[in-house]
């Protein structure tokens, strides 16, 4: 299980101020990022996100801005 928080950064386009990022895996409970930041003219995402607990193993990643929803299924990985 993961024993920490850390960031993930995300480039795309359109990632403007109000843009969330959440991590899912079948069986667990979503992991929401926290503090997300918009840089570089909306190019980029920056969160932090609690892994205390998380399991091991592939987490679909998520983005979601203004309704619209993009899924990276595997996109991230929980390491021990």
């Known amino acids: 299980t993961g024993t ?13 101020s109000g843009t969330s990022l959440k991590l899912s895996m079948a069986g667990q ?3 929401n990022g926290t503090g997300c930041v918009s840089g570089g003219s ?3 995402l920056t969160c932090i996100v609690n892994l ?4 091991t193993g592939l987490w679909d990643l998520s983005v979601t801005n203004s309704g619209n929803t993009a899924t ?8 021990p």
């Open 72 to 79: 990276q299924k595997g996109g991230f990985n929980v390491t």
């Open 52 to 55: 205390t607990g998380a399991a």
């Open 29 to 31: 409970t979503s992991i």
């Open 42 to 44: 909306s190019t980029t």
């Open 4 to 16: 920490a928080s850390t960031s993930v950064v995300v480039t795309g386009s359109n990632l403007s």
